[in-house]
């Protein structure tokens, strides 16, 4: 979302590329000025927030006057107050507070994501959960069930969706989607896949996307590296029949391109390197109308991808500077985000990948030296692509129906992981989501590994699960050479 504030133009003169509309939401302060902030609701434990303030300077004065107003009535006699010393801002917020050049952001001074975020939220759009603490080391947040209990307890209290989530979708026009991020392989999995349950029943029609979020696993002991997997298979296999995509993301271990240097301990840089795939890959769901773009939906993307009807998983590969020009979908280009629980499915190097439904989207790229590479590809694809079966491209280039030169922005609060980014404010970036049948193996692999660590009246159903959304990737126009692509 901080990358997002970049696009905005403030003349008259200027055309945005992009439709504010879609991610910001217009308002009116407690001094009656406009603002415009991100349509979203973010839930966070205890502590999450760190310096980050439900009230902040845009709605202070009106809800400070609510709650003074409140308080007597709620209670007549006399009360102790006791507070907990408030988490100081960093170096780089209060520069920015004070409207002066902040200070360059490290791995050391980013402690919390409210310490690099740009922007002012909704007081709404913050929602902290106060039954368990970050990090706590006497009840940590890391197992799947903590999760689906936590939020049966509060929606049996207080309906979620209705409370925090309706709000914002009353105030769309026209909702194209909805969109969700959460880490799958711990806690946040079992709440996420039982919010995206509510959100079905509330909207059986709507596109939902999930963005599952993997922990690097650096340093971890086998225990916790066995729980995390545990946690992703549950996941995976809820949210796969709940969502309208499922798109798993993992820095992967040791495998990132030469231009491309993420420290897997910092959150700052993991999510960074997320946030850059993510935003690049659905900017066109939000082009503006116009300038020769035609406005493409979240259900577009999918109907592209889910080509066999039950294919709700599906890979992101991205290359940024150097590998997106060269093209990330060649074998060893950009880097691969797609590794369920840094699991390799057996002999996977070794199968030839067959692709069941891909979208290609490029941005800042110069597309001059690449037409003649396309005209050579459609030419060879003409007759087999007419096939039944064949996997359905959408290559989002000059030719067809998006291009962008608009590159992806580098702000001050952006780490320097991108060498081809160094000293610059943008960056041109290639993504590719894909349906193919390497997802298959992986998710076996998941199942295979996970299965026995799973309570027994829980196992059946979570192997059935896994194996439906396996068996969707399966190679059926083969010559029967897959045999290794039984169940292990």
Sequence with gaps: ???????????????????????????????????????????????????????????????????????????????????????????????????????????????????????????????????????????????????????????????????????????????????TLATLDDAWGGFAT??????????????????????????????????????????????????????????????????????PRSPWHVSAAFATAIESSTLETRMAVGRHQQPTSMWDIVESLNTGGEQTLSRLRMGVGSSASAGQDQEGEGVDFFDLGRLKGPREKSRKRRVFGQMSSQRGLETGSDDADDDKEEKADARTRRLVGDPVYRRLTSEHSFDTPLKFPLLDSFPSIYADGTDRTDISVRTVLSTETTIGPQVKTLKSLTSWSIPLDEREVL?????DVADAYQDDWSSGSDEDDDDL
């Design 1 to 179: 979302m901080r990358e997002v504030e970049s696009y905005f133009t403030y003349s008259n003169k200027e055309e945005s590329l992009v439709d504010h509309n879609v991610h910001w939401r217009a308002g009116i302060g407690a001094d009656g000025s406009e603002t415009f902030l991100p349509r979203t609701v973010i839930y966070d434990l205890k502590g999450g927030f760190g310096s980050l303030r439900k009230i902040n300077a845009l709605y202070e004065p009106g809800y400070e006057t609510g709650h003074s107003e409140a308080a007597p009535s709620l209670w007549s006699g006399q009360s102790v107050l006791q507070k907990q010393p408030p988490v100081e801002p960093s170096a780089y917020q209060k520069s920015l507070d004070a409207g002066t050049e902040p200070p360059r952001l490290t791995t050391s001074s980013v402690r919390y994501w409210s310490d690099f975020t740009r922007v002012f939220y909704h007081p709404k759009s913050l929602v902290q959960l106060y039954d368990f603490e970050l990090n706590s080391s006497i009840r940590p947040f890391e197992r799947y069930s903590m999760g689906t209990e936590l939020f049966q307890m509060l929606d049996k209290e207080d309906d979620i969706a209705d409370r925090d989530f309706r709000p914002f979708v009353e105030e769309c026009d026209r909702m194209q989607g909805i969109q």
């Design 463 to 467: 192997s059935n699960g896994l194996a």
């Design 194 to 263: 039982q919010y995206l349950d509510v959100l079905r029943d509330e909207y059986p029609k709507s596109c939902i996307w999930l963005w599952g979020l993997q922990s690097p696993m650096l340093d971890v002991s086998r225990e916790k590296r066995q729980l995390r997997m545990s946690n992703m298979a549950q996941s995976i296999a809820q949210a796969c029949s709940t969502a309208s995509m499922v798109v798993p993301l993992s820095i992967p271990e040791g495998e990132l391109p030469r231009n491309l240097t993420v420290d």
